[in-house]
């Protein structure tokens, strides 16, 4: 069992780039989850997805955020045009099913400069 | 919104000492869980709590889920400096979303 993979552990860009992260979960695993987690607001789910198809992305901060997930093995939370607010730690999760406990990646560290 | 408050934020205490951690909300949860995260990781599952009143213990760790199904306790026994971490509780909401908590830090000083 692999878990989680996130790519890349660290990105650093300017104000204005586009910002693509990129997750694998667990083989098997139907759910994905991603999170973004600061100091002051906690770990933030953004959106969810359950068999490839997304569920709930009330948690989405803008229209410059977007997720897919083209297939059972691969998603993506591209930032465009990103800013220096969205600095924080990104976590993809995968779970068996949508309330089975979570597995976390080791995220992603995005400083927007 | 269903929310969930840990207190205390900060905790630092000596090895060999017992400390408690909390998790409260006014909502009832179908489940709880506990996960503790180390720095530049993803927090890692620890318990899942089900029933009201639930107690299971993992080692030093004792896991408590409130008979209405509102709040949790951690409690650890000697803590040793491995116990360091982030301490997260979650709770699985009405809407089958898991939301957190935002943690008791921890600090074990040897």
């Known amino acids: 069992d692999a878990g989680v993979i996130q790519s890349p552990r660290h990105e650093v860009t300017e104000m204005g780039q586009e910002v693509t992260l990129r997750c694998k979960p667990i083989?098997?695993?139907?759910?994905l989850f991603w999170y973004r987690q600061t100091m002051m607001r906690g770990l933030e789910l953004l959106i969810y997805?359950?068999?490839?198809?997304?569920?709930?992305d009330s948690g989405m901060p803008e229209d410059r955020f977007s997720a897919k997930m083209p297939n059972a093995s691969f998603s993506t939370l591209k930032i465009q045009p990103s800013e220096p607010r969205d600095s924080a730690v990104y976590f993809c999760?995968?779970?068996?099913?949508?309330?089975?406990?979570?597995?976390f990646g080791n995220g992603t560290r995005l400083t927007v400069t | 919104t269903q929310l969930l408050e840990q207190s205390p934020q900060f905790l630092s205490i000596q090895e060999g000492e017992n400390l408690t951690v909390y998790c409260n909300s006014s909502?009832?949860?179908?489940?709880l869980q506990w996960y503790r995260q180390e720095p530049g990781e993803g927090p890692v599952l620890l318990v899942t709590?089900?029933?009201?009143?639930e107690v299971k213990k993992l080692k030093r760790l004792t896991f408590q889920f409130g008979d209405a199904r509102k709040d949790s306790s951690l409690h650890i026994t000697a803590a040793q400096p491995g116990d360091t971490g982030l301490y997260l509780c979650?709770?699985?909401?009405?809407?089958?979303?898991?939301?957190f908590g935002k943690g008791t830090r921890l600090h074990i000083l040897p």
């Open positions: 909502s009832v949860f179908s489940s």
């Open positions: 083989s098997g695993h139907n759910s």
């Open positions: 979650a709770g699985e909401a009405r809407d089958d979303k898991i939301i």
């Open positions: 997805f359950n068999n490839n198809v997304p569920i709930d």
């Open positions: 709590v089900v029933t009201g009143g």
């Open positions: 999760a995968s779970s068996l099913r949508i309330n089975s406990p979570l597995h």
